[in-house]
């Protein structure tokens, strides 16, 4: 039978690969310095979070087994994981100056801490740099090094691509809504958010397991795009109708700018009367001009209109879920696991 991994079991891998990280650093020389400055970026930036995405990876390899996993096998599978979150940490440290963020996780982003500024960028870097010093460590001898090694390069680029489209589309200090669509809003989520958050894990456990045939690939793709993509439709409805208590956060879409799907979903069915309340209100950073475009998302009912899209795209998945041919190891309890996690979520 399968097993759940749990956080602490999960991070209690990293201070092994923290040691491998540092003795590595060390090979260099680099000075006492520099190592701690380093130790002190992998804490902050690499612990601390869900670790949603890394866990997934373990989860998803017990799933495939159909068992609990070997010492060794939660070993691998963890530093697999830790790999995705360290991919994670490299985008949120670098996201973070690009959006002139305040705060990540209750603190201050890693750019504000004191001290750091600039010198961010280059340990964004660093912590991409970190998942090929432990890729090598751990799997140069497995039969699809190289597998994996394209596989963190194909997503790294898949998600810079997201990025770039959604920099483009939504930039915070010019209002253009002309500039959305759906098509646009659908490319940014798919590169931005599912192949590394949804795929990424799952891919990596079919190829620890070597069982990442083409057709595995493929099925995985098929239905973990989708779910990804709904998975960001639903943060973005949270943003906006979400109880802050809950989600954790108070919601900045609208006046951060937003190519969000509730905007999308207003301007393909505002009158031009409304369409002139969103020009004049949204990306604003004022708080009167935010509660004149909720009022507007209640006027247009888009919390009905996110509720149809819910049971639709999730009877969609279901659907794929079930079509699913176990034969080459391929398991439809991986999906359903994912599913499970986010559907009716209210944070």
């Not at 680099?30 to 601390?48: C, D, F, I, R």
């Not at 099925?219 to 795009?225: G, T």
């Amino acid at each position: 039978m399968a097993q759940k991994t749990t956080l602490e079991a999960f991070e209690a891998v990293f201070p092994k690969l923290e040691e491998v990280l540092v003795e590595h650093a060390q090979s260099y020389k680099l000075p006492a310095q520099a190592v701690e400055w380093y130790k002190n970026s992998l804490k902050t930036n690499a612990v601390g979070g869900k670790c949603n995405r890394g866990m997934s990876v373990p989860d998803s390899v017990s799933l495939l087994l159909g068992r609990a996993l070997t010492e060794d096998e939660y070993f691998q599978a963890a530093t697999l994981g830790w790999m995705t979150e360290l991919l994670q940490a490299f985008f949120l440290v670098s996201d973070d100056i690009m959006d002139s963020s305040i705060t990540r996780r209750g603190k201050p982003c890693w750019y504000r801490q004191e001290g750091v500024g600039m010198i961010a960028i280059n340990d964004a870097f660093m912590l991409e740099a970190a998942i090929y010093t432990l890729l090598k460590k751990f799997f140069r001898g497995h039969p699809r090094y190289v597998d994996l090694l394209e596989l963190f390069h194909e997503v790294t680029y898949q998600t810079e691509i997201g990025q770039l489209c959604d920099l483009l589309t939504a930039p915070e200090d010019v209002v253009d809504l002309d500039n959305f669509s759906m098509e646009k809003y659908r490319f940014i989520v798919v590169y931005k958010t599912a192949y590394y958050s949804f795929y990424l894990p799952v891919a990596l456990a079919l190829y620890m397991l070597d069982i990442a045939t083409p057709e595995n690939l493929k099925q995985a793709e098929d239905i973990l795009i989708p779910l990804g993509e709904y998975f960001q439709i639903q943060d973005d409805y949270l943003d906006n109708f979400g109880l802050p208590e809950h989600i954790g956060k108070i919601g900045t879409d609208i006046m951060d700018n937003k190519c969000s799907w509730l905007v999308n979903q207003a301007l393909a069915i505002v009158t031009p009367e409304q369409r002139r309340v969103l020009e004049e209100n949204y990306g604003r950073k004022d708080k009167d001009k935010e509660a004149v475009i909720k009022r507007l998302y209640n006027e247009l009912n888009l919390e009905q209109r996110y509720k149809d899209y819910e049971e639709r795209a999730v009877g969609e998945v279901r659907a794929l879920i079930a079509k699913i041919d176990e034969s080459k190891g391929m398991r439809k309890s991986v999906f359903e696991a994912f599913l499970g996690k986010i559907y009716k979520r209210t944070k």
